[in-house]
């Protein structure tokens, strides 16, 4: 069983960046692949951003790639998402999420085991 803890929100003008870093506490970090998802008011939980257990692999919603990067350091037991070039769409808390292997699919909210609180972005134009 895996804790994690989300923090770096904040409110930022459009154009700005922040960077969300993801604290993991009780488990093995390295066997489990990060997700990290966002919730609008009003609106379901989106998938923004995936990494595989190493690093190797990355995936981003067609809405941030470009834009956003995902990173982890498995030393350090963080994920991390950075955000540049911040539109009011992207104002929404942000969770992170953690993912056994054989789990469902990475880009489903339905295939990750643990989640984080949450941290709040809010983005002004």
């Known amino acids: 069983q895996v804790q994690l803890v989300e923090s770096g929100g904040g409110s930022v003008q459009a154009g700005g960046s922040l960077r969300l870093s993801c604290a993991a506490s009780?488990?093995?970090?390295?066997?489990?692949?990060m997700g990290w998802f966002r919730q609008a008011p009003g609106k379901k939980r989106e998938f923004v951003s995936f990494?595989?257990?190493?690093?190797?692999?990355?995936d981003y919603a067609d809405s941030v790639k470009g834009r956003f990067t995902i990173s982890r350091d498995n030393a350090k037991k963080t994920v991390y998402l950075q955000m540049n070039s911040l539109k009011p769409e992207d104002t929404a808390v942000y969770y992170c999420?953690?993912?056994?292997?054989?789990?469902?699919?990475?880009?489903?909210?339905?295939?990750?085991?643990?989640w984080g609180q949450g941290t709040q972005v809010t983005v002004s134009s």
């Open positions: 999420a953690a993912r056994s292997s054989g789990r469902g699919t990475y880009f489903s909210f339905l295939g990750y085991d643990y």
């Open positions: 009780g488990g093995t970090f390295s066997s489990y692949a």
């Open positions: 990494i595989s257990m190493s690093g190797g692999i990355t």
